[in-house]
T-cell receptor, first 115, second 115 residues
Framework: GIQVEQSPPDLILQEGANSTLRCNFS?????LQWFHQNPWGQLINLFY???GTKQNGRLSATTVATERYSLLYISSSQTTDSGVYFC?????????????????FGQGTILTVHP | EPEVTQTPSHQVTQMGQEVILRCVPI?????FYWYRQILGQKVEFLVS????????KSEIFDDQFSVERPDGSNFTLKIRSTKLEDSAMYFC?????????????FGPGTRLTVL
């Protein structure tokens, strides 16, 4: 199956710093989502970004599908940004009809922002 | 904004007991999923469901697991005889479109503890 690797595994920042999280994937995809898992375990949708660039406030993401990677940028980090960031990808459905929306997750990046 | 809901938020059960985890997907969505996350690990796909049947399942989803859409709004995951290793956070997700081309929206999760 498709492999998803995220880096770095851990990241510690001071409040106000910027950061870049990376997601590499091993095959072509037509779905890529970034999630933030908060301390209560909830998965919060950040971006649906199978290609291109999107921005939402202090967060932005870029996916270069042809080179099989995606980047999540966090600017002016705040303590509430702490948590685990997951990248998840979905492959195109094949002729047999499988891979019907299944997402494969990376191991996540644990972000800690200190005040 | 519409959201996926899950009940209960936390379930404690004895090994060997049956549990049913409940989900209410977003109302106009047609594709439904269950994922699980063992503590400290990545999120893993269990099963996808469309048009009242399973469209894909992982090797984790063995005969002890079943899914059902009993009444047109709820989507349930049943574990017939729980094991210690079933302890995990279980997430329900839904999407409007198929074939990995649409955002999957995740519920807040049910934390299952098997004693």
């Amino acid at each position: 199956g498709i492999q998803v690797e995220q880096s770095p595994p851990d990241l510690i920042l001071q409040e106000g710093a910027n950061s870049t999280l990376r997601c590499n994937f091993s095959d072509s995809v037509n779905n890529l989502q970034w999630f933030h898992q908060n301390p209560w375990g909830q998965l919060i949708n950040l971006f649906y970004i199978p290609s291109g660039t999107k921005q939402n406030g202090r967060l932005s993401a870029t996916t270069v599908a042809t080179e099989r990677y995606s980047l999540l940028y966090i600017s002016s980090s705040q303590t509430t940004d702490s948590g685990v960031y997951f990248c998840a990808v979905g492959k195109p459905a094949n002729a047999g009809g499988t891979s019907y929306g299944k997402l494969t997750f990376g191991q996540g990046t644990i972000l800690t922002v200190h005040p | 904004e519409p959201e996926v809901t899950q009940t209960p938020s936390h379930q404690v059960t004895q090994m060997g007991q049956e549990v049913i985890l409940r989900c209410v997907p977003i109302s106009n969505h047609l594709y439904f999923y269950w994922y699980r996350q063992i503590l400290g690990q990545k999120v893993e796909f269990l099963v996808s469901f469309y048009n009242n049947e399973i469209s894909e399942k992982s090797e984790i989803f063995d005969d002890q697991f079943s899914v059902e859409r009993p009444d047109g709004s709820n989507f349930t995951l049943k574990i017939r005889s729980t094991k210690l290793e079933d302890s995990a956070m279980y997430f329900c997700a839904s999407s409007e479109a198929p074939t990995s081309t649409d955002t999957q929206y995740f519920g807040p999760g049910t934390r299952l503890t098997v004693l």
